[in-house]
């Protein structure tokens, strides 16, 4: 952590007890934050610092000495103003078409049973647990797209991680695999 956001944290944890909560008002808590994006801190960052500020204001209330927690919902304000300073989506490492080509030729020849499932995570995009949350009735291939809606999770089947079901596109290749397996006993 850097000194200066190590500084401000102190000097508003350490004001009076009572004049915290007048101290740490919504508008305050959105000046420090965009301070500290603008200053280059990451989101993350400035959360867990604002995080430690919270704990030590939840003591407070827990003791008696503050009435309300002034931070609760503070992850949420630097989400919010942390979207202002995103100029662009930031870049995903993803494999070259010659490496998925690679990896594909040698499941068709080594893992047959894992490459239906590599072309899908290769073709689509979708993320590793909604990959293996498709089903059958999910995939329509004579409109040629799959309706994401499952996630699993450490085991447990959920909703995508955005809580709304979307179509992805399927690939010439991703259909043969896919008429193939169907017909398949």
């Not at 002034?70 to 494999?95: C, F, K, M, N, T």
Request: aromatic share 4%.
């Amino acid at each position: 952590m850097e000194p200066s956001t190590r500084c401000s944290i102190c000097t508003a944890g350490r004001s009076r007890s009572s004049g915290i909560r007048e101290a740490l008002a919504e508008t305050d808590l959105l000046r420090f934050i965009n301070q500290k994006l603008k200053d280059g801190l990451s989101p993350k960052v400035v959360a867990n610092a604002l995080g430690i500020l919270r704990r030590v204001c939840s003591l407070h209330v827990s003791r008696g000495l503050l009435a309300a927690n002034p931070l609760i919902g503070v992850g949420r304000l630097v989400s919010r103003a942390a979207r202002r300073y995103e100029h662009e989506v930031r870049q995903v490492d993803s494999w070259t078409a010659e490496e998925r080509a690679k990896i594909l030729e040698v499941a068709r020849e080594w893992a047959p049973h894992l490459y239906p499932f590599l072309v899908l995570s290769f073709h689509t995009g979708l993320r590793t647990g909604e990959a293996i949350a498709v089903q059958w009735e999910d995939v329509d291939l004579s409109s040629r797209r799959i309706r994401v809606r499952r996630n699993r999770v450490r085991g447990e089947q959920k909703g995508p991680k955005t809580d709304r079901a979307r179509f992805v596109p399927i690939s010439d290749l991703l259909a043969d695999v896919g008429t193939s397996r169907r017909e398949s006993p």
